[in-house]
Each structure stands twice: as C-alpha cells, then as structure tokens.
C-alpha cells in the first residue's frame, strides 16, 4: 500500500471539507454517487469532508464539475482553498526546525484577513514591532536556548509577517496596546525610543488604527490576557486567536463572539488615535537617553 504524504490538519483545510460537504449535499448528491463519479470508496469522499484527508485540486475540479457549480469565482474560491489546504507558504519551508503544526494557520490568517484586530496587554502587537525590539523580545522568550541562528530565524518570520502591513487591497489592522506596554522597557531607552517612534509613525497610515488602554482604567475586558480576531471575507467565520503556556488555540462563533464583544468594550474605554499619539509622544519624550 502507497505511503500517505504527511498531511497537518488545518483549519483552511477543514473548511474546504465543511464546504464541499454543504454542496455536495445542496446538490442532493450522496457520499455513494460521489465516489463512484470519482472511482473511489465513499469512506474517501467522508475522510476528505472531515479533513482527515486532504483534498487534492484535481479531485476539488472534479467534484465542483459533477456538483454543478460552474461559477468562475466560486470555483477559484474552493480550488486556491484546495491549494492553500497542502501549504503552509514559506513558514513551512524556511522555519519548519522553528515552528510547530499549531503555528501554521496564524501567518495564513494574517496573509488573507480582511481585518486584524488585537488586545496587546504585555508586549507591542508583533505586525508593529521594530527588529531591535522584537529581536529583544525573541531572545527572552528563547532563554537558553537561544542562539544567533533561531533568533535570525525568528526575526526574518516577524519581518516577513510585517508585509501584510503593506498589501494590496489593504488590510485594516487595529490594536489596542496596554499603557504598561508602553512603558515596558524592552531592550533599553533606545529601542524603545525607535519602537514608539515607529508606532507613531503607523498610527498616520489610513488602514491602520491604534488605540491605547490608560493606566486609570482599573477592572476592564482583557484581563484574561492578549487576543487577535481575524476577519475573514465570505463565506469563511470570523478567528479568534489566544496563546497561553498550555498552547495555541484558533476560535470560531459562537466562542470568538465572547473575543469580539471583549474587543469593543476595550475600544469603549481606550483612549482615542489623537490621545493615543499624544500619550506615546509623551512616554518617548521622558525616555532617559
């Protein structure tokens, strides 16, 4: 029997199954005739639907072909899916001695979100750090472990990352960052001077919007520590992200609801892109040199 290629079990993956499954089944068309249009055994058909599996493009086109559906962008929507199922872009390729399987999905995210929105309670919102800064960051959270190599690695993956910042159509990315990130001293006065310095400057692009949480504000809706919601286009749900010590974990509604509802009421009490300007100009301006 064939080897399988190894196969991770994204969540890009398990939506082009829940799809091909709803059309499939809009179409009236059983899991039996399906595998026999195909020459398989139906058990393929349902291990493809569920993700256990990954489906192949050509396998997508056929099915797409006996479902009926013949809608140019509709049929590009499932067959980059398909493509994009099997990849995971570079982050794979040049830092697979780096990451892990649970990794794989936050770059893809970040890459095709119509809307990036972050609560930032302990460090700067990685898309907005500086290398100095996130080189800082980097080699504190390798410890020991830590040498010229994974730490260059790890940077290249954050710069790269950054390039979503300047992509076409644009990306509309908000933050909301703790005044306590501010003040952190990460990597000395001067990086920290550069980092604020380059906030500052990306508060001004159109597509970008961040918004500080003042110190007075005492109990608020992030306590349980930072979040990113990702806003997909149609018909894909909107993600939310958290990351503890016990994992990474990737939220769909209802439960990333709780993460947006959290996110407006930070909003409701965050200072505004005007104050937030001034309170960074502040914070830089008292830096000892």
Known sequence: ???????????????????????????GITLKQAAEFLERDFSSIARWERAEWPFRRG???????????????ERNRFIQLAEDAWRTDRWDADYDELVDASFIDFPWLESRAERIYSWDAFLMPGLMQTPAYAEAVIRNAEGESATDFSV??????????????ARDPSVRVAAIIDESVLRRPVGGSAVMRGQLNHLG????????????????????????????????????????????????????????KRYALAYDRLRAVALDRREAAELIAEIKEGLHE
Do not use: C
């Open 201 to 256: 400057d990306l508060i001004g692009q159109p597509n970008i919007d961040v918004r500080v949480l003042p110190a007075r504000v005492g109990l608020h809706a992030g306590l349980d520590g930072s979040f990113v919601l990702f806003g997909m286009p149609k018909p894909y749900p909107e993600v939310a992200y958290a990351e503890t010590l016990g994992g990474r974990r990737f939220m769909e509604s209802p439960t990333s």
């Open 152 to 165: 260059g690695k790890w940077l290249q993956l954050r710069i790269d990352r950054q390039r979503v910042l």
């Open 1 to 27: 029997m064939p080897r399988r290629e190894s196969f991770v079990q994204t969540l890009r993956a398990q939506w082009l199954g829940q799809q091909m499954r709803q059309l499939r089944e809009q179409r």
């Open 59 to 73: 396998v997508v086109v056929s099915l797409l072909d006996l479902y009926g559906e013949h809608d140019g962008r």
